[in-house]
């Protein structure tokens, strides 16, 4: 399509953002108003005269300008549901209906100063058309103008009319707002006639990032897919914008603020004086980019998959998803030739380069795979039954079947003898929730598909992952070259060592200010203590002499702490170096160097371990593994929690068509609301919210943890123990405020010794999560917890999130040491003799009675534990033995875990 640009902005612009406070005026008074020459709907000829002549001229063919009313009238019903009916909404009757939180916005037009908006809004016009009048410039400067122009828009509209989010696109299905239907017109405009879904991911995702021994692997693996899906999907969004891409939903990502600022406008629209785009300007080209900036740059953001809206017309779609899948392994090639590059800079390499680019490129290619799908909408002349018919054979005879289905069978009756507008409705947009569910389930087809290319693996195998031949090169140089890249006796293969050199790919890749470091996992283990030692001025300034001296001598590698530490006087200390252990000369030689003197190793040694014993520093040795993922998205997708139909209908429509329709439609307005377009993008967009605006908040800016990835409803992050439990329960309420009061999110935590493998640990929060999400464990909206001791000792409890508030109660009275600590083990030890299998239930009364008898026995004030016992500590057993008898071993098990992070507390 030659001028899809142009196309899809004057689609976007087809409707002013306040376009009911216009048709709510007389229609001559308000033509008079805003002094215009035309006869017709004043705001179809506000948009004309003031808007499209003004900023696009006519320049748009018969055929070009039916292909956007065309996207217009098929945007309407594909979020509608029910075809239009004759009642007019007007003034303070409009009303917004949010679907997720099932909350109305009453009398919304009186909300806002229209009057200023609209003053606002045709200044804002002028001055875009000042600069950018499409009819007055050159041919082939018109597609980029329009480009930036649209984009513009996409970005910044609802930020300078905020109240475009409740302001809905039709007053009488007042379910979606009138940005989300400029936003699906131009997205449609794009995609006509024939528009298809296209559903693409690459992975392997768990296994990859959890193959980790460093942090700093975790964090390369996580960002690696997060990035490259944004670079497959940026070649989508250059050929048909940003808007085609329905998830992730892409306002407000760091990666695409990034290429808009840089490669889209640049300095092309600084003449605005837009406060909102002025604001996000300043912050994006001020260079050095501002620390915070590149804090949220470096984060994960995006998931490993997208679903975009193409046009399929003569094979678009399909083309688009083979180049889709070529750019991947361009990026793979490229990632090859630049870890090559990286070796060459610090090893001084010759000769062999292009055997091991070719050796890194082929394990690149052979390791990831990538999935894609291409579903197309029915056109006109079909009917949605061919798609029901085919749903059905698929997927069977659902909820979301029936309710198209009779809905199908009931257009008629809702138009009665109108038969020109009943197969005027007869398009794709009612079975847009049957498309997508079988577009699932075709990329699911293909995915059982795998295929396999056996690469010939002669040579050691890889350190880490244990699954490619190991690079030939010089690691004993490398390890002295590049400090603390690679550890003793590590060797890797192309795609581990591509991952351990990515925080030196993307410095350059995203010009950062440096090279992104993580802290690791000691150093998690010890903000409690950093935290608790902080105005110890004298300890902290002799331990950074003494320090400095020792990291010198041993060219020891530089180190951060986490974010909210970023004021701390230890704040690029390791954590290690806190802990005595870590002056051991064995532990020196096997971590870190074997090249320094052994009598002045020890001297300085010494004078360090005795500042740390002299001032009791002695931190904690563990540190927590949250893994947090969203409950039952897939039903979200649906649309299985959606309100019925008759809610999300202005009550005076719902009224009219109980009045005039044929009684079997009142059962289709009981119903669930079928997912539509701008419920899903609505969905992407709350869900890219979550991710960009609270949890990295939540994790890094509240409770001191790093945050590795956030990508949509999934959050991994690394935390110190005393500060997990809150964090997690944060970021629960925080889904829930975002999404939905009946959304939640269950969560795997484990509690580890800082020197326990990392690729274990990764694999135990996966496990835990798995378990608080299984039916026949704690069944979502829950949490499961383990505690993994140094000697590799397990224990292991959960529940629902209410049950964080007494697990906290529990740990703060084991912290001040009103319970004695030897009483969960003598209750566990109860437990374990008495309770199995075969008595369970007869027990459980036993149990209670040894519960209330050690715990009583106690020293303490008498009265304060009977009145413990009595009305929190025992009804709380009850609470969670009742569920099953099996809670009994997590209820034990909780007690020990609540003493032990109360013993690992510092703060």
Same mark, same amino acid.
């Given at each position: ?25 007389? !229609? ?35 055929? #070009? ?109 007042? !379910? ?150 070529? !750019? ?89 003898? !109108? ?56 690691? #004993? ?10 550890k003793e006796k590590e060797q890797l293969c192309g795609v581990c060592l591509a991952k351990r050199l990515f925080p030196k790919v993307m410095k350059e890749e995203l010009n950062l200010s440096e090279e992104m470091k993580f802290p690791s996992t000691s150093e998690m283990a010890t903000i409690g203590e950093k935290r608790r030692i902080a105005d110890n001025k004298e300890f902290i300034a002799e331990f950074k002499e003494l320090f400095g001296e020792f990291k010198q001598k041993l060219l020891l590698p530089n180190t951060v702490s986490v974010p909210k530490l970023k004021d701390n006087q230890l704040f690029e200390i390791d954590g290690q170096w806190l802990m005595r252990e870590s002056y051991r000369e064995e532990y020196i030689k096997s971590e870190h160097t074997e090249n320094f003197k052994v009598e002045e190793f020890q001297k300085m040694s010494q004078k360090i371990t005795k500042l740390l014993e002299k001032h009791r520093v002695n931190p904690s040795r563990y540190y927590a593994i949250l893994q947090m993922d969203g409950d039952h998205m897939g039903k979200w997708l649906k649309g299985e929690n959606n309100p019925p139909i008759m809610e999300t209908l202005h009550p005076k429509v719902g009224e009219h068509i109980k009045q005039h329709a044929k009684d079997n439609l009142s059962s289709i307005l009981c119903k669930k609301h079928p997912t539509t377009p701008s419920l899903h993008q609505t969905l992407s967009r709350k869900i890219s919210t979550f991710a960009l605006q609270e949890v990295r908040r939540i994790v890094e800016e509240t409770h001191y943890g790093k945050l590795v990835y956030a990508g949509g409803d999934d959050v991994l992050a690394l935390l110190p123990v005393e500060e997990v439990l809150e964090c997690a329960y944060e970021l629960q309420n925080a889904f829930k405020e ?63 999130? #209410? ?37 369970? #239930? ?66």
């Amino acid at each position: 399509m030659e001028k899809v640009w142009l196309l899809k902005l004057k689609a976007f612009l087809h409707d002013p953002p306040h376009k009911h406070w216009i048709i709510s005026m007389d !229609n001559e008074e308000c033509i008079k108003k805003f002094q215009l020459q035309e006869k017709g709907r004043c705001h179809e000829i506000l948009i004309k005269s003031k808007v499209i002549e003004p900023l696009l001229g006519e320049d748009l063919t018969e055929e #070009e300008e039916k292909l956007i009313e065309k996207a217009d009238t098929q945007a309407y019903p594909v979020n509608r549901i029910l075809p239009p009916v004759a009642v007019k909404i007007r003034g303070e009757d409009v009303i917004f209906f949010d679907m997720f939180n099932k909350k109305i916005y009453y009398d919304i037009l009186a909300a806002t100063d229209y009057e200023t908006e609209n003053k606002r809004f045709l200044e804002l016009v002028e001055k875009l058309a000042k600069n950018y009048n499409l009819s007055r410039i050159k041919e082939e400067e018109k597609k980029e103008k329009a480009k930036i122009l649209l984009l513009f828009l996409w970005r910044f509209y609802q930020e300078i009319f905020h109240w475009m989010r409740i302001h809905p696109a039709d007053t009488r299905a007042p !379910n979606h707002s009138i940005y989300d239907h400029l936003v699906q017109t131009s997205t449609l405009v794009s995609a006509l006639p024939k528009p298809a879904f296209l559903l693409f991911t690459i992975g392997p995702v768990q296994s990859f990032i959890a193959t980790a021994r460093k942090t700093s692997d975790l964090w390369a693996g996580s960002y690696m897919l997060s990035y490259f899906i944004w670079k497959i999907m940026k070649f989508v969004v250059e050929r048909y914008g940003a808007d085609v891409i329905v998830y992730p939903n892409l306002l407000g990502q760091p990666l695409v603020d990034l290429w808009l600022s840089s490669e889209v406008f640049g300095n092309s629209l600084t003449h605005l004086s837009q406060k909102e785009f002025d604001e996000w300007f300043k912050e994006w080209n001020n260079i050095p980019r501002s620390k915070g900036l590149e804090e949220k740059l470096t984060i994960a953001n995006m998931p490993n998959r997208f679903l975009a809206i193409v046009p399929i017309n003569e094979g678009e779609a399909l083309k688009l998803g083979e180049e889709c899948e070529k !750019n991947f392994k361009e990026q793979l090639k490229s990632l090859a030739k630049k870890t090559v590059k990286r070796l060459e800079s610090i090893l001084n390499l010759e000769g062999d380069l292009e055997k091991i680019q070719l050796q890194i490129e082929n394990q690149l290619l052979n390791y990831f795979q990538v999935y894609w799908a291409v579903m197309p909408w029915f056109e006109k002349k079909e009917s949605p039954k061919e798609v029901l018919d085919d749903y059905k054979e698929i997927i069977g005879e659902t909820e979301l079947y029936k309710t198209i289905s009779e809905f199908i069978e009931s257009v008629p009756k809702i138009w009665s003898k !109108n038969k020109e507008k009943d197969e005027e409705y007869r398009d794709f947009s009612i079975a847009y929730s049957l498309l997508l569910e079988l577009t699932e389930k075709l990329l699911g087809a293909r995915k059982s598909i795998r295929e396999f290319e056996q690469l010939e693996q002669k040579g050691r195998k890889c350190s880490l992952c244990g699954e490619f031949e190991v690079l030939p090169l010089d690691w #004993e140089k490398l390890r002295s070259k590049e400090k603390g890249l690679v550890k003793e006796k590590e060797q890797l293969c192309g795609v581990c060592l591509a991952k351990r050199l990515f925080p030196k790919v993307m410095k350059e890749e995203l010009n950062l200010s440096e090279e992104m470091k993580f802290p690791s996992t000691s150093e998690m283990a010890t903000i409690g203590e950093k935290r608790r030692i902080a105005d110890n001025k004298e300890f902290i300034a002799e331990f950074k002499e003494l320090f400095g001296e020792f990291k010198q001598k041993l060219l020891l590698p530089n180190t951060v702490s986490v974010p909210k530490l970023k004021d701390n006087q230890l704040f690029e200390i390791d954590g290690q170096w806190l802990m005595r252990e870590s002056y051991r000369e064995e532990y020196i030689k096997s971590e870190h160097t074997e090249n320094f003197k052994v009598e002045e190793f020890q001297k300085m040694s010494q004078k360090i371990t005795k500042l740390l014993e002299k001032h009791r520093v002695n931190p904690s040795r563990y540190y927590a593994i949250l893994q947090m993922d969203g409950d039952h998205m897939g039903k979200w997708l649906k649309g299985e929690n959606n309100p019925p139909i008759m809610e999300t209908l202005h009550p005076k429509v719902g009224e009219h068509i109980k009045q005039h329709a044929k009684d079997n439609l009142s059962s289709i307005l009981c119903k669930k609301h079928p997912t539509t377009p701008s419920l899903h993008q609505t969905l992407s967009r709350k869900i890219s919210t979550f991710a960009l605006q609270e949890v990295r908040r939540i994790v890094e800016e509240t409770h001191y943890g790093k945050l590795v990835y956030a990508g949509g409803d999934d959050v991994l992050a690394l935390l110190p123990v005393e500060e997990v439990l809150e964090c997690a329960y944060e970021l629960q309420n925080a889904f829930k405020e975002v999404l939905s009061s009946e959304a939640s999110m269950s969560a795997g935590i484990v509690i580890v010794h800082h020197k326990y493998p990392l690729y274990l640990a990764l694999k135990e929060v996966q496990l835990a999560q798995k378990k608080a999400k299984d039916e026949r464990q704690y069944n979502r909206n829950a949490f499961c917890l383990k505690f993994i001791k140094g000697s590799g000792a397990l224990k292991e409890c959960g529940g629902k999130w #209410e049950l964080i508030d007494f697990l906290k109660e529990l740990i703060e009275h084991f912290r001040k040491e009103e319970f004695s600590s030897t009483f969960p083990y003598q209750f566990f030890g109860v437990v374990d003799r008495l309770y199995d299998d075969e008595n369970k #239930e007869q027990v459980i009364g036993i149990l209670r009675n040894e519960l209330k008898r050690i715990f009583l026995r106690q020293s303490g004030n008498r009265d304060i534990l009977e009145k413990y016992a009595s009305e929190i500590l025992l009804p709380k057993f009850d609470e969670i033995v009742k569920e099953t008898p099996d809670r009994v071993i997590d209820f034990a098990n909780m007690l020990i875990i609540a003493r032990s992070i109360a013993m690992e507390a510092r703060i």
